[in-house]
């Protein structure tokens, strides 16, 4: 029987799970709210559906699996908000549902490791929504639901390089601060292995094997660039967006044991001097 997807908010992720998808004869539904994406999106296979006001009948009257990537906002999960009654309604044919979360679940750990059976305590309001929406979705009866808590995502297009060569990184320093990462293409690897044996109910941390501070990872692309190493500064004294701020408010290790045990996965980039090394030597073609 033929696989088809409906992804949610097809980006970055999503499309990386696309690459591998599509050359193996699966239909993916792509929405987007960018018409600019939307002939880009048909150039990769994908069936683009704008959003939120793009036809998904067809979709759903095919769909096996369905990916939610789109984050949550103030209102709730906009997916669940505008579609919840249609996955409802086919939730029991469904093979697999994936939803893509954050580590920002788990809050403040203050350095120390965790793990999926951690208890949720969010401290920022990112983390708080996303949390809100696992627990909507694991809600609906009979849908497989598969939660996938991502750490920070670098990869092509979406790494430090690029604020290394204009200048414009720096090394902020906090003490005990650790954050942990995964390369898009491990992502997708893990989404894959997770549809081809599902288990639903199961939440997988989605990082590489290397927690590190985020100054580290910044002075490690200074060096393979062979530039001067960005400025130290101390966090108190950085000039930052709320946003990035708050990434600074919580420092964990997380672990990913469970991809591996269960899932099978190795990953290709198992940690940042890996992936920032294939980074560069992608964009050398």
């Not at 696309?18 to 990769?44: C, H, M």
């Not at 997988?204 to 130290?232: K, S, T």
Request: aromatic residues 8%.
């Amino acid at each position: 029987m033929s696989k088809t997807l409906i992804s949610f908010g097809h980006g970055y992720s999503a499309q990386a799970l696309a690459k591998i998808l599509v050359p193996q004869g699966w239909t993916i539904y792509g929405t987007t709210r960018s018409e600019s994406k939307f002939n880009a999106l048909k150039d990769t296979g994908i069936i683009p559906v704008m959003w939120p006001d793009g036809d998904l009948d067809a979709a759903f009257d095919r769909a096996t699996h369905v990916l939610v990537s789109a984050g949550p906002r103030e209102a709730g999960d906009p997916i669940y908000n505008k579609y919840s009654h249609k996955i409802k309604g086919v939730a029991g044919r469904l093979e697999w549902f994936g939803y893509l979360s954050t580590t920002g679940v788990y809050g403040n750990h203050n350095g120390e490791w965790t793990g999926e059976d951690a208890e949720l305590r969010p401290s920022t309001e990112r983390g708080k929504m996303r949390k809100d929406a696992e627990e909507r979705w694991q809600a609906v009866s009979s849908l497989p639901v598969h939660v996938f808590r991502l750490a920070g995502i670098y990869g092509p297009g979406r790494g430090p390089f690029e604020k290394v060569r204009q200048g414009t990184a720096r090394r902020i320093i906090k003490k005990n601060q650790i954050f942990s990462r995964i390369h898009v293409d491990d992502i997708a690897r893990v989404l894959a292995a997770s549809i081809a044996q599902p288990n639903p109910g199961r939440a997988y941390n989605v990082c590489d094997d290397e927690p590190a501070p985020p100054q580290d990872v910044i002075g490690h692309a200074a060096e393979l660039l062979g530039v001067p190493l960005p400025p130290e500064i101390p966090f108190e004294e950085a000039e930052m967006s709320p946003m990035a701020r708050s990434f600074y408010s919580e420092s964990k290790r997380i672990s990913n044991a469970r991809i591996k045990s269960e899932l099978g996965v190795t990953l290709r980039y198992p940690n940042y001097r890996d992936g920032l090394r294939a980074l560069l030597q992608e964009e050398a073609g």
